[in-house]
């Protein structure tokens, strides 16, 4: 910049000074290279020349001549000098010193001479300079460049010169690359001044566990799913430079008789488990010893190499002193309810868990393990189950109890798993600070040193005087670099706990508890009811209740952005589907609450109308629209065929709302769910700049992100009303595995039959019976809007989830998901037998809600099926066979031949239940009998009664609704059906009935996957992300088997961490000093 100016030396300033950071890079290398070359230098008359050119440059900067007496186009050839020169330096030879000598003393010629104006004016006031060239700067200290603070303030210098070319030094690995952007964002933000870590406020970290992954084992990561695909096969193409770094590491001829386990812990930092959500947590207490240790020693030790480990036995004291006061300053409880069962349990799985569980309260001494245990004691003579809250720690070779405290019951059987998991353990929990973590969470060592700041938030005093009782972090979301779906959970998921929690929190002071990890006043919350509600049901979604109780109890809540922690999610169709439902089912129970009820009556009005938008108000929105896409088609369905929309379009009036219509078809953008999206493409603009989110944005368009959430708005809105209706809420666990494995269609269709295929069936039906009998209105525009948005919300609910299934399109899946669907809908059920293998035993479990269901939900669930009657008492008067006769009478003719449709279909029924298939006369008599009297009244009405072909196809669209309406009428009634002997054929009936919608979904999945493009233009969209990453997808989804020691090709090095894969088994009891005081690490 400077080497082409011609401006004027406040010009040049002002240039500079417009970059706050650039202008403190200028001053430090030109303070530091002054700083080195009089340190080095041990001749008088040297030091006082290079004294003198630095007093030259500091009097032109003051008279501003600086541009007059210096000239810019000479300092290239100065900083290449100069690079050379710090270089020799840095390597620290003796050998060298002759080459410093003459590097040295070109840099003084090119001041002198290139750059000064008067250079050789100069000179000749110094007369003792007039020497020869070579006995300048002979005498120099090359010692000085061993000690630690001149290596250091080298090694910075020489970085700020080449930075251009450092560069190439940039890590290639893209989580490195992103751990390192944030890191360095982040300490230019504005966070509180840390305090000494012995005036830190202390905390804890609670993280509740039930049985989850612990560490893949050798065999999980070998054992070939039915697609060939094994786990440890999967990470190495997903991951393939971290697994060639991995390898490299391995090289080490002391690791090698514990590779097999350290390939398991390679595998398990890389998948949601918790000896990854274990070894982050511990990061704050390495963290905290790295800092304290730092306090003791002070910075004079440091800079002579105290952390070298040749002087650590001398400052062995320093060590322990750090240690206990990270101990004193950071718990970490990890509260398994399950683990005293573990231990007792002779099942292999759970005794392995159990031992990987020891293990790591045997590595980490921090680490401490609540759970509850279930003993017999003898009481009066009596024997009784006496229940305690037990809190253990890793000693030696076992586990050794530390409290047990005596609960009046079973907590996790009166309350909520999850949150009476977190409250039995709360007690065992220390310091001013508590922070709750999940198992899908882990946590970076270099965002561990900002602890100390955030803890400082919760003595700032905010609006009204009050201090923070809830702190919000930032998350990032490392589950989406893999599928195009997960891409689009993870922007939806970042941007709501990034700007949209930043907004919940200021200005609209509406932010609440919403998961991990929040820190909590622990003081705060442990005298008002704990961290979470456990109540049965009613606080199926516990986290949130917290911060209904803090804000209800006058407490303040805040977010943070510049700290960060990892979380995985869902990546998966089903899985996101899952979590979705079971988010829906929570804030239908919220909205029940008296929670939601207090908060509605305390807030004031603006504040009220934010907390309703940004909890239960989301998702009755979604339940109002859809229920508003009903009333319009059904609505629109009567219009049609009662005769009104003929006579309001022969109006002359109607012709003068064009403008009307133009502004109703503007609701197609809202139901494409485009602004859905909106937060996403927010959120991306204030990170990567709004070309990249307008980029990003056409890519989800088309990689059917659209699709997705429209989609996602039928599941809210189905459970969220469900819930309502029936209550009930149970836990859907999710699973937390990878992504790139094939759903079959029967699980696509246990799951999503009466959430969404019913209901797109149903939206498809009233579409088509209105463009057979609306042709007088085909030609507006409105009408293409809407129509053409309810056809794509009809879609969406029916095909979603086969377009994001991998190997959806499949020709050979094809089939076998086929006999599969077969072989599933046609087992009968019974005792011990699962949904997935039954249809039978499914369908009892899909009608469970029903049992507990109150009164009231029975009898709205009827008066809604009651509109399936609809379409049989418009479509009748319609058919030739009536000839026009809009009599009563039509309509009950045809519920008599309604009733002989069932009447047939029950006589079949007991006919397979009487004969069986082994009276083969009594069946093909009953076969011929029923094919004679169905062809004697065809041709009667063919010929008697004008019935056309039309009339066929029309009643099937007629009387098809009504069966099903009487299914959905019978379902409440269940017990009294089952006493007429009537819950059979119900049964029968529905069977038929998802037969049918199945065979018509399965169709065109079939017929797509006769043609290979299709299975390839899915694979390219939904795996998108990865192919622009460069990884085989293919291979995946083809099985391509990996050798597990077989290195891909080699890439850029992986972001590293203190606790590398490279430390030692805790089996073998190995300590080292690099566990305590981690050594320089690359990130």
């Known amino acids: 910049m400077a080497k082409d100016f011609n401006g004027s030396d406040d010009d040049l300033c002002k240039k500079i000074r417009s970059d706050a950071y650039m202008s403190s890079a200028v001053v430090e290398c030109y303070e530091s290279v002054k700083d080195i070359i009089l340190n080095l230098l041990r001749d008088e008359e040297d030091k006082l020349l290079v004294s003198r050119i630095s007093a030259k440059i500091g009097r032109s900067l003051r008279d501003e001549t600086f541009v007059k007496e210096f000239k810019m186009s000479g300092l290239p050839s100065l900083i290449d000098k100069l690079v050379k020169f710090l270089t020799l330096l840095q390597s620290a030879n003796a050998k060298r010193k002759s080459q410093i000598v003459n590097v040295l003393q070109d840099v003084v010629e090119i001041i002198v001479h290139d750059i000064m104006v008067d250079g050789h004016l100069f000179l000749s006031t110094h007369q003792q300079y007039h020497v020869k060239r070579r006995e300048m700067f002979v005498k120099i200290d090359t010692s000085l460049s061993r000690k630690r603070s001149v290596t250091g303030k080298i090694t910075r210098l020489l970085l700020l010169l080449t930075v251009n070319k450092s560069a190439a030094n940039v890590p290639k690995n893209l989580e490195a690359q992103r751990r390192i952007i944030f890191f360095t964002n982040s300490l230019f933000m504005n966070m509180p001044k840390a305090p000494k870590v012995r005036d830190m406020l202390s905390f804890s970290v609670l993280t509740p566990y039930f049985k989850e992954d612990i560490v893949y084992t050798d065999e999980e990561l070998n054992k070939e799913n039915e697609d060939g695909i094994s786990i440890l096969s999967y990470l190495t193409m997903i991951y393939p430079d971290e697994w060639v770094n991995f390898n490299e590491r391995l090289k080490n001829d002391h690791l090698e008789k514990d590779k097999e386990e350290l390939i398991c812990r390679w595998a398990s930092y890389r998948g949601q488990t918790l000896y990854r959500t274990v070894r982050g947590m511990m990061y704050y207490w390495q963290a905290l010893i790295l800092q304290c240790f730092i306090e003791f020693a002070g910075d004079t030790a440091l800079s002579e190499g105290f952390r070298t480990e040749d002087v650590y036995n001398k400052n062995k004291k320093f060590l322990e002193d750090a240690q206990a006061m990270a101990d004193l300053k950071f718990t970490y409880v990890l509260s398994c309810q399950v683990y005293g069962d573990l231990k007792k349990s002779k099942n292999e799985r759970d005794k392995s ?38 809190l253990v720690k890793g000693r030696e070779k076992y586990d050794e109890e530390i409290y047990r405290i005596k609960l009046p019951g079973p907590p996790t059987v009166i309350g909520e798993g999850k949150p009476e998991n977190q409250n039995h353990a709360i007690i065992f929990t220390r310091g001013e600070a508590l922070q709750t973590r999940d198992m899908n969470q882990e946590n970076y060592y270099e965002e561990s040193f900002k602890m100390r700041n955030v803890l400082e938030e919760f003595q700032k005093v905010h609006t009204g005087q009050r201090k923070p009782t809830i702190l919000g972090i930032r998350e990032h979301l490392f589950t989406g670099s893999v599928s195009s779906l997960a891409w689009f959970r993870s922007n939806q998921e970042t941007s709501f706990v990034t700007i949209g929690q930043r907004i919940l929190a200021n200005p609209l002071r509406v932010r609440f508890h919403y998961g991990h990890p929040d820190i909590f ?135 003068k709302s064009k403008a009307f219509e133009e502004a109703m078809g503007t609701q197609f953008v809202v139901q494409l769910g485009l602004l859905l999206v909106l937060p996403m493409i927010m959120e991306i603009g204030l990170e990567k700049g709004f070309r990249a989110a307008l980029g990003d944005f056409i890519i989800m368009q088309l990689q059917l992100a659209s699709v997705f959430f429209t989609f996602q708005l039928g599941t809210k809105a189905h459970y969220y009303g469900r819930t309502l209706l029936h209550g009930g809420s149970k836990y859907r666990p999710t699973g937390r595995g990878f992504v790139v494995f094939h759903a079959k269609f029967a699980d696509n269709y246990r799951m999503y039959s009466r959430s969404h295929f019913v209901k797109g069936l149903e939206i498809l039906i009233l579409l088509i019976v209105y463009e057979v009998y609306g042709e007088s209105y085909h030609s507006s525009n409105l009408n293409l809007f809407i129509t053409s948005s309810m056809w794509f919300l009809a879609t969406s609910w029916l095909f979603a989830p086969f377009l994001f299934n991998p190997s959806g399109f499949d020709w050979r899946k094809t089939l076998d998901d086929w006999k599969d669907w077969k072989q599933w809908i046609g087992k009968s059920g019974g005792i011990g037998i699962s949904p997935d293998k039954s249809w039978e035993r499914w369908w009892d479990e899909e009608n469970e809600h029903l049992k507990y269901s109150n009164i009231r939900g029975k009898i709205i669930e009827i008066i809604l099926a009651f509109r399936f009657f609809i379409y049989q008492y418009g479509i009748v008067y319609h058919m030739d066979i009536t000839h026009h006769n809009n009599d009563l009478l039509v309509f009950g003719l045809s519920w008599a031949v309604f009733i002989i ?115 390839v233009i899915q694979t390219r969209l939904l795996f998108s992300q990865a192919f622009s990453r460069g990884l085989s997808i293919s291979k995946i989804l083809a099985g391509n088997k990996h050798d597990k020691y077989t290195q891909p090709e080699d890439y850029s090095s992986e972001p590293d961490s203190p606790e590398s894969p490279l430390t030692l088994s805790w089996k073998t009891r190995i300590k080292q000093i690099d566990t305590v005081i981690p050594k320089k690490r690359h990130l």
């Open 353 to 390: 868990c159990y031992i990987n569980i020891l293990g790591l309260m045997l590595t980490h001494s921090s680490l401490r393990v609540a759970y509850i245990d279930e003993i017999e004691e003898t009481k009066d003579g009596k024997s009784q189950k006496v229940y305690y809250s037990v």
């Open 521 to 655: 006043d622990r003081i705060f919350h442990i005298t008002r009811g704990g961290i979470s509600k456990a109540s049965k049901v009613i606080n199926f979604s516990e986290d949130i209740f917290a911060g209904f109780n803090s804000t209800l109890r006058q407490g303040f809540i805040t977010h943070h952005e510049y700290i960060q922690v990892g979380k995985g999610n869902d990546a998966g169709m089903n899985p996101i589907s899952l979590f979705e439902a079971k988010d829906a089912n929570g804030n239908g129970e919220q909205t029940l609450s008296r929670d939601v009820y207090r908060l509605g009556q305390q807030l004031d009005f603006y504040r009220m109308l934010s907390f309703y938008f940004t909890t239960v108000g989301i998702y009755f929105s979604s339940m109002v629209t859809v229920l508003i896409v009903y009333v319009f088609l059904y609505g629109r369905l009567y219009m049609v065929l009662s005769g009104v929309e003929r006579e309001i379009l022969d109006s002359p009036n109607i012709h």
């Open 901 to 1015: 449709i069932l009447i047939v279909l029950k006589m079949e029924s007991v006919r397979r239940q009487k004969f069986g298939s082994d009276i083969q006369l009594m069946f093909r008599i009953f076969k011929a009998v029923r094919f004679l009297c169905l062809l004697s009244v065809m041709i009667v009405l063919f010929v008697a009664f004008g019935l056309t072909i039309s009339d066929f196809f029309t009643a099937i669209i007629a009387f098809t609704p009504s069966g099903w309406a009487i299914i959905q009428i019978a379902r409440p009634w269940r017990i009294c059906l089952k006493g007429a002997r009537l819950w059979d054929t119900v049964k029968e009936l529905s069977r038929a009935y998802d037969y049918v919608m199945g065979l018509i979904i399965f169709t065109p999945i079939f017929i797509l996957s006769r043609f290979t493009f299709v299975s």
